[in-house]
């Protein structure tokens, strides 16, 4: 399923423009993967419940603690910390919208994702000042402006695979677009994304396990190129910060696969011998993925113009 923007009709309090359409995977396509089973991600991703790269502080740190720290850097980023409304865009289980609240200071979290799962765990875990809703971006229309807008993760399923080069540009700029509007002036957004290694030549080995994982795993989606992401800002925000980091998810995909093992025997009676496989090859070759740099972790910061 695609949602295309004239369908969807905005309340006339709406802020932001209704412009274009989405090009991202499908709803359908996102529920395969993350309505699997909450036990089975529970598993392995650790108490913050974050599928996305930590960030890491020195060989003797933890998971659980780097992925906080993860939260904090783009908190901090996007200076929400005490502000009244935080937008989180691909919220996942909600780990960043609890420090939002509880840490932060801010008033009232709103997470997006496509996930009926994932909005159910949000729903029974999280504080009264989260808000989840399973809704596409494109189809967000808040009666009132954010202070700041997170997404971390969710980028890499804004644009289908097999999109040209204009219309994976497009498709990032339709979001900027849609998030300029649920901000004010100087007001910021904070992305985390994998992006593509451009720099290094893929080997065979490398191109089978990543057509598995864009088959198998995360359909309908690809992996942005940084500069098409930045490509689609341009004159809507301005870019404060880059950062890349690709050892910092070989890690965090090696601590992942590490928990999936240790609990071998919970994870295939909750979901089968083939999907265990099937994410046991997608870790490990994960992890080699950005070893070799052949996949990159962005961690951007934006301001709106
Ligand atoms: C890899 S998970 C990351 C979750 C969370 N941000 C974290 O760090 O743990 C990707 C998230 O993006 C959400 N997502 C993907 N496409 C979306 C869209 N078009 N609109 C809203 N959410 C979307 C998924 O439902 C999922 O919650």
Same mark, same amino acid.
């Given at each position: 399923?695609?949602?295309?923007?004239?369908?969807?009709?905005? /309340?006339?309090?709406?802020?932001?423009?209704?412009?274009?359409?989405?090009?991202?995977?499908?709803?359908?396509?996102?529920?395969?993967?993350?309505?699997?089973?909450?036990?089975?991600?529970?598993?392995?991703?650790?108490?913050?419940?974050?599928?996305?790269?930590?960030?890491?502080?020195? /060989?003797?740190?933890?998971?659980?603690?780097?992925?906080?720290?993860?939260?904090?850097?783009?908190?901090?980023?996007?200076?929400?910390?005490?502000?009244?409304?935080?937008?989180?865009?691909?919220?996942g289980w909600g780990?960043?919208?609890?420090?939002?609240?509880?840490?932060?200071r801010v008033g009232?979290?709103?997470?997006?994702?496509?996930?009926?799962?994932?909005?159910?765990?949000?729903?029974?875990?999280? /504080?009264?000042?989260?808000?989840?809703?399973?809704?596409?971006?494109?189809?967000?229309?808040?009666?009132?402006?954010?202070?700041?807008?997170?997404?971390?993760?969710?980028?890499?399923?804004?644009?289908?695979?097999?999109?040209?080069?204009?219309?994976?540009?497009?498709?990032?700029?339709?979001?900027?677009?849609?998030?300029?509007?649920?901000?004010?002036?100087?007001?910021?957004?904070?992305?985390?994304?994998?992006?593509?290694?451009?720099?290094?030549?893929?080997?065979?080995?490398?191109?089978?396990?990543?057509?598995?994982?864009?088959?198998?795993?995360?359909?309908?989606?690809?992996?942005?190129?940084?500069?098409?992401?930045?490509?689609?800002?341009?004159?809507?925000?301005d870019v404060v910060?880059?950062?890349?980091?690709?050892?910092?998810?070989?890690?965090?995909?090696?601590?992942?696969?590490?928990?999936?093992?240790?609990?071998?025997?919970?994870?295939?009676?909750?979901?089968?011998?083939?999907?265990?496989?099937?994410?046991?090859?997608?870790?490990?070759?994960?992890?080699?993925?950005?070893?070799?740099?052949?996949?990159?972790?962005?961690?951007?910061?934006?301001?709106?113009?």
């Amino acid at each position: 399923m695609s949602v295309h923007a004239p369908e969807a009709s905005a /309340p006339s309090t709406a802020v932001g423009a209704d412009t274009g359409r989405y090009d991202g995977a499908s709803m359908d396509a996102i529920q395969q993967h993350y309505d699997l089973s909450n036990d089975f991600y529970a598993l392995w991703l650790g108490s913050s419940m974050a599928y996305s790269c930590a960030l890491w502080d020195g /060989p003797d740190d933890d998971l659980d603690t780097a992925q906080l720290r993860k939260f904090d850097y783009l908190i901090e980023g996007a200076r929400a910390t005490g502000a009244r409304r935080v937008l989180d865009v691909g919220c996942g289980w909600g780990g960043l919208m609890d420090r939002l609240v509880g840490t932060h200071r801010v008033g009232h979290a709103v997470g997006l994702t496509l996930s009926d799962q994932q909005a159910d765990w949000v729903r029974r875990h999280s /504080p009264a000042a989260v808000e989840v809703h399973v809704q596409n971006w494109l189809d967000h229309t808040p009666d009132e402006p954010y202070d700041a807008i997170i997404s971390i993760g969710a980028f890499e399923h804004f644009a289908r695979d097999g999109l040209t080069r204009p219309a994976r540009i497009a498709a990032y700029r339709e979001f900027f677009a849609r998030a300029r509007g649920w901000l004010p002036a100087g007001a910021r957004i904070a992305v985390q994304t994998n992006v593509k290694g451009n720099n290094v030549r893929m080997d065979r080995q490398t191109v089978r396990d990543l057509l598995f994982i864009m088959q198998r795993v995360f359909t309908e989606s690809e992996i942005p190129d940084l500069a098409e992401v930045i490509q689609g800002s341009e004159r809507i925000f301005d870019v404060v910060s880059v950062r890349n980091d690709p050892d910092h998810y070989a890690r965090t995909c090696a601590e992942w696969l590490a928990g999936l093992r240790r609990h071998r025997d919970q994870a295939l009676a909750l979901v089968g011998e083939e999907q265990v496989a099937d994410y046991e090859r997608y870790l490990s070759s994960t992890v080699g993925h950005f070893e070799r740099r052949h996949l990159g972790l962005a961690r951007l910061v934006f301001e709106a113009i």
